[in-house]
């Protein structure tokens, strides 16, 4: 049986492993104490010790490669290592064709605020489709691609161009269920792609004979081999071991400072997370809340109030207003994958965790145990969060995802 900490909304049944103490604390709420107890200022240092042999002299080349995207924490990693590093940084990035029009807006703004050079990865959209295929009917995903395009295109970039050093923004592992300590000061590994970004399956994996997909459809996301990686010293470190991670706060400053933009959401009140892609926050959290029986806004949550901003109690209020509310982007979806709603319906039943739900007849579901707290109070946190948007930048634009966006005006 789950496991509930007393003090953040995750459970012992967290897909990234989550271990509740006898204290009744996770191991996430504990590995967050680090960020009041840890010198940061000297872990700053060790920071521009450890990215010193790095520095190209000659200006030939670039020091260090950083993946990015039109949202999340990209404007503040960049930030970090052009304007506080000094690093000359090449830009890397992997095209999910799920794009939306304040995505490309952002992704724009990044590479010229910060007169960076970026390459973007486009693989071919048949391929990309067929994968998304598999992986749906297989792992219950639509975002596999993504996640093993944006987590191998870096590395395959550093090889490529003999720059050995990447730099990622927070540890996804460490930040939600204290998987490691900030001391441990980890680094990007093949095996933590796999086991968790990847759910357990690489490329190579989906292949099958009763599958229709090919060796040249999964070619590009497979990890480069040991024997290469060991020639250009590929190394990935994390900035978030040296810098206290305080997403809200760091999207504040870009907004204020470096011209970031960010949208409401029906499914969190979180309005700078993910603002690039149609399906993050639409059909991919659906698919989050039926396999493991929460989604996204609970990580938002989790994360408010473990930087003290909301309480425990606030937290389920967030939580239950937001964490059911209908897709509005699967129709896109559905007409990109060449699917109907009734075979979606059933793929998505194949994948729901029975830990969370019920099956009350052929088709209809309901939860074991259905979120708790009071309604009606979510307009009055939200307010004294303060998680700001731009009305006149709606992310929602558009009656298809944007394929290829070269810019935007800014």
Partial sequence: MAVSCSRCLYTSDHALGLIVDEEGICSGCRIHEEKDRLDFAER??????????????????????????GAHDSHWIVHVVKERLGLNPLLVTYNKYFNTPLGIRNLANLRIRFD????????NPLSVRKITRTSLRRLGSIYWP????????????????????IIWGAHQGLEQVGMFSHEHEVEMTRRYRKDHDLMGHEADDLLSIFDTLKEEDIWQ??????????????????????????????????????????????????????VDCFNYMD??????????????????????????RITREEGEV??????????????KFLEWLGLDRSGLDFIIGEHRGAHV?????????????PMSGPEGMAPKIE??????ADSALDYTGGDRYITIGKGHPL
């Fill in 44 to 69: 700053w240092e060790r920071l521009v010790e450890l990215v010193k042999p790095y520095r190209c002299v000659s200006g030939t080349t670039y020091d260090c490669i950083v993946p990015v995207t």
């Fill in 116 to 123: 960076c050079d970026i390459l973007i990865q486009n693989v």
């Fill in 146 to 165: 993504c996640l093993a395009g944006q987590t191998v295109f870096p590395v395959q970039t550093a090889i490529r161009y003999k720059v050995p050093l």
């Fill in 221 to 274: 996301y497979r990890y480069p081999d040991d024997a290469d990686l060991n020639a250009a010293g590929v190394r990935g470190i994390y900035l978030g071991n040296y810098v206290r991670w305080d997403p809200k706060a760091q999207h504040e400053q870009m907004v204020a400072t470096h011209g970031y933009k960010g949208a409401r959401f029906d499914r969190t009140f979180d309005t700078y997370d993910y």
């Fill in 283 to 308: 059909l991919h959290d659906h698919l989050k809340m039926a396999k493991h029986g929460y989604s996204k806004v609970t990580d938002h949550a989790c994360r408010e109030i473990r930087h003290g």
């Fill in 318 to 331: 967030l939580v239950r207003a937001y964490e059911e509310q209908p897709l509005r982007h699967v129709d």
């Fill in 357 to 369: 739900w019920r099956e009350v007849k052929p088709g209809r579901w309901i939860r074991r145990k």
């Fill in 383 to 388: 307010a004294r969060l303060g998680f700001a």
